[in-house]
């Protein structure tokens, strides 16, 4: 099973980076998909892309009260920020282009969310800031596995979001 040895974290801490899963009203099992990374331990940057029009999507990097929020589902640890700084990996993030890149074409048929997230995930591991040698199965695989497994309870306002450590990126 994936998460036999799952390891839960009760609180976010300066530095961690994640990947994020928050319920969507739009369908069962629909998520939006950003990273984020804790400027202390309330506020994440979160990183991800709007689509404010169809098929048009923007660059977006915001603050956000991860503990406070009502749609999260999941953050799953993906890797701690080192010697690098926020600016320094939103610089990086800005320049990913908005379009579906051929590594994802058998798994997505359009740009979206998720497919931001899996080559936020790549460009961080190609820069050493993260090691992931496979973004597809940490957003596919273990966040979106959490995220549903939270997604009722947090939906119904009956249950917690859950932060757990990535079993394949660090």
Do not use: W
């Amino acid at each position: 099973m994936l998460f036999d040895q799952l390891i839960v974290y009760f609180s976010f801490s300066t530095g961690q980076i994640f990947a994020t899963a928050f319920a969507t009203a739009v369908k069962a099992k629909s998520f939006h998909y950003t990273l984020s990374i804790m400027q202390d331990t309330n506020i994440a940057m979160k990183i991800h892309v709007k689509e404010p029009a169809p098929d048009h999507f923007v660059f977006e990097a915001s603050k956000q009260t991860l503990k406070a929020s009502r749609t999260l589902c999941c953050a799953l640890l993906i890797g701690h920020l080192g010697n690098h700084t926020i600016e320094e990996v939103i610089t990086l993030l800005k320049e990913i282009p908005l379009t579906l890149p051929d590594i994802d074409k058998d798994v997505d048929v359009r740009f979206r969310c998720r497919v931001f997230l899996k080559q936020c995930i790549r460009t961080l591991s190609s820069a050493g800031i993260v090691n992931c040698k496979d973004a597809n199965a940490v957003v596919n695989g273990e966040l979106r596995e959490l995220a549903i497994k939270q997604s009722e309870a947090i939906l119904t306002g009956t249950g917690a979001y859950i932060i757990a450590q990535s079993q394949i990126s660090s």
